[in-house]
């Protein structure tokens, strides 16, 4: 099986697996299945930021148990709880990100990849199980915005790519790749602005803002990786990588459209 086939199964399978959990599974199941690919994740990082094989299974499994137990251990605190880690993500992703690639730091001290650990995948758990609470029509609009965004920086980078965006860090990556993403999710705003009656100005600025962020997301990991001479997280997704190569996006922008979200909730 070539390297194209491999990848196809494996997209269907996730698909297969996701998709009837997103419009069918309870709350408790999809949570339980979250925390297991968090726990996946936690592993992945830790092997990447060079933890022992005993300490990064240690590590996965206290993360993946801590997001499990979290919503029922603090109650009616939770809602309040998940602001905060929404925040959390925020800042990470606003200022200490950029920052941190600007300076090519690489921040090899265990205590502090794992704390780096927790902030990205603790607020992506969290936001994951907001946006199934909202319904599957929020969780899967949410998701497409990243989805549509990698296609098309994908065939636009492959078709158009010049110019390189951050060749010290992601050689693959070109501004045209970038702004094939923004058109893709300018055509996206238009489609839900005539379906679902969303501002079209303010829906488009919010998507270009979360296009920002998954760049940064997938830009972070790519950093990383290179620090750990590393192609791939993992191998655990044939034709993909590792788990951590398919939600690397998804860390940086879900739990600040859920934030969105939590917050527009709240005040009403």
């Given at each position: 099986?070539?390297?194209?086939?491999?990848?196809?199964?494996?997209?269907?399978?996730?698909?297969?697996?996701?998709?009837?959990?997103?419009?069918?599974?309870?709350?408790?199941?999809?949570?339980?299945?979250?925390?297991?690919?968090?726990?996946?994740?936690?592993?992945?990082?830790?092997?990447?930021?060079?933890?022992?094989?005993?300490?990064?299974?240690?590590?996965?499994?206290?993360?993946?148990?801590?997001?499990?137990?979290?919503?029922?251990?603090?109650?009616?605190?939770?809602?309040?709880?998940q602001m905060g880690l929404?925040?959390?993500?925020?800042?990470?992703?606003?200022?200490?990100?950029?920052?941190?690639?600007?300076?090519?730091?690489?921040?090899?001290?265990?205590?502090?990849?794992?704390?780096?650990?927790?902030?990205?995948?603790?607020?992506?758990?969290?936001?994951?199980?907001?946006?199934?609470?909202?319904?599957?029509?929020?969780?899967?609009?949410?998701?497409?915005?990243?989805?549509?965004?990698?296609?098309?920086?994908?065939?636009?980078?492959?078709?158009?790519?010049?110019?390189?965006?951050?060749?010290?860090?992601?050689?693959?990556?070109?501004?045209?790749?970038?702004?094939?993403?923004?058109?893709?999710?300018?055509?996206?705003?238009?489609?839900?602005?005539?379906?679902?009656?969303?501002?079209?100005?303010?829906?488009?600025?919010?998507?270009?803002?979360?296009?920002?962020?998954?760049?940064?997301?997938?830009?972070?990991?790519?950093?990383?990786?290179?620090?750990?001479?590393?192609?791939?997280?993992?191998?655990?997704?044939?034709?993909?990588?590792?788990?951590?190569?398919?939600?690397?996006?998804?860390t940086s922008t879900l739990?600040?459209?859920?934030?969105?979200?939590?917050?527009?909730?709240?005040?009403?």
């Open positions: 099986m070539n390297a194209t086939a491999r990848r196809v199964l494996t997209a269907v399978i996730l698909l297969a697996i996701f998709l009837p959990a997103i419009l069918w599974a309870p709350a408790w199941l999809w949570q339980g299945l979250i925390a297991i690919v968090v726990a996946l994740a936690a592993f992945e990082w830790a092997r990447l930021s060079s933890f022992p094989l005993l300490p990064a299974r240690l590590y996965a499994g206290l993360l993946a148990g801590v997001a499990w137990g979290l919503p029922a251990v603090l109650a009616d605190r939770w809602p309040d709880f929404f925040v959390l993500a925020a800042l990470f992703w606003l200022i200490v990100a950029p920052l941190w690639m600007l300076g090519r730091w690489e921040g090899e001290r265990p205590a502090l990849r794992a704390a780096v650990g927790v902030a990205l995948l603790l607020p992506t758990w969290a936001a994951l199980v907001y946006l199934h609470q909202r319904g599957p029509d929020i969780l899967v609009g949410t998701l497409a915005i990243v989805w549509i965004a990698d296609t098309a920086a994908y065939f636009a980078g492959r078709r158009f790519g010049r110019h390189k965006l951050a060749p010290a860090i992601s050689p693959g990556k070109t501004w045209e790749g970038v702004g094939g993403a923004l058109a893709a999710l300018a055509v996206y705003a238009t489609v839900l602005n005539g379906f679902a009656g969303l501002p079209l100005i303010a829906l488009f600025l919010v998507m270009a803002g979360l296009l920002y962020l998954s760049v940064l997301g997938d830009l972070f990991e790519s950093w990383i990786k290179r620090l750990a001479g590393m192609k791939d997280s993992g191998s655990l997704l044939p034709g993909h990588g590792g788990v951590l190569d398919r939600v690397d996006a998804l739990p600040v459209a859920a934030g969105i979200l939590l917050w527009l909730e709240f005040a009403k």
